[in-house]
Every structure is written in C-alpha cells, then in structure tokens.
C-alpha cells in the first residue's frame, strides 16, 4: 500500500533535481576574450551543457551556421542581445533558451519548414510582454511548434499566441 506514496514522491524528487540542474549557471567566462567558439566535436552531446565553457549566443550561431563563429562576429552579437533580452521575459537562462530555440529550430528545419534561430528566439520573445511575471519559454515553445504541426505558418503561431500572452490574459 505504501508503494503508491513511495513511487510519486521519488518521481517529483527526481523531476526537481533535474529543473535545478537546468538552470544551474557557471561562472561566466567573459564572452568576449575569446576570438572563437569551441565547436562541439561528434563525440560529445548537441546541446549545450552544463559543463561547456561557452557562450550560448556563440554556441548557438555556430551550430546553425555548422562552422566555428568569432565571439564578436555581428550574428554572435545580435544573438546575445536576442538571450538577454528574452531572460528578461522568461524563466530559463540563456543557455536554457539556447537549446529550446536549437531544438525548435532543427525540428523546424527536418520538417522542411527552416526558420533561423535568432528569428525564431526574437518573434516569440517579442509576443510575451513585458509584465513583472516571466514566462516558461519551453511551454511556449510547445505551443508554437503544436501549431506549426496544426499547419498554421510562422505569422499564424505568432498571432495566435499573441493573443493568448496579452497582459490582460497574463493576470
């Protein structure tokens, strides 16, 4: 009788050590100091980790555009403007919003509807408001690619959740 107590307590025990390592943040390395972008090798994870010592904005344009990218290279910049402002809107981190967008994006693209990241990170950081209560990217990023599969295009997503994240639905 005690084992359906047991089982649900482990699973959420588990679920919340797995959200704190999500966001758990290292120390930053100064994103600038470096002329290049570690390129992951094939050996090790898509997604950024934890452990890697590089900047998601990077990180991110070097993995769409398959190549090593420079730290100051005007798409690096423009993506870490692009995360910093979507952390002020959501809950996750920049690395965390790093690998939802790469996720989203690749999804995308396998299903022959390409859109870039930065397009991708900016509209749907721009249709959540700027409200004292942040928003889950990752859910909103569910709901973007739940229509996309619904058929609805790119401008279609966006207005309809736009809608759906006005301040006077967010209260």
């Known amino acids: 009788m005690t084992h359906w107590i047991i089982r649900p307590a482990l699973l959420a025990g588990f679920c919340l050590t797995l959200f704190a390592a999500c966001d758990k943040r290292e120390p930053s390395k100064d994103a600038t100091s470096s002329d290049h972008v570690e390129v992951q090798d094939k050996n090790r994870s898509n997604w950024l980790r934890i452990s890697d010592q590089v900047d998601p904005a990077a990180w991110l344009v ?10 100051n290279d005007p798409a690096v910049l423009e993506m870490r403007q692009a995360l910093a402002l979507a952390e002020t809107r959501f809950l ?29 990170l900016a509209s749907l950081t721009m249709i959540v408001p700027e409200t004292s209560q942040k928003q889950t990217y990752g859910d909103l990023c569910q709901f973007y690619l739940n229509l996309r599969h619904a058929g609805v295009d790119h401008d279609g997503a966006l207005a309809f959740l736009s809608k759906r994240f006005t301040p006077e639905r967010l209260k």
Not at 62 to 71: G, P
Not at 99 to 117: H, I, K
């Open 62 to 71: 070097s993995k769409e555009m398959r190549r090593e990218v420079a730290a």
């Open 92 to 120: 996750e981190s920049d690395r965390m919003l790093a690998n939802r967008t790469a996720q989203v994006s690749e999804t995308l693209s396998s299903e022959g509807r390409p859109l870039s990241s930065l397009t991708l």
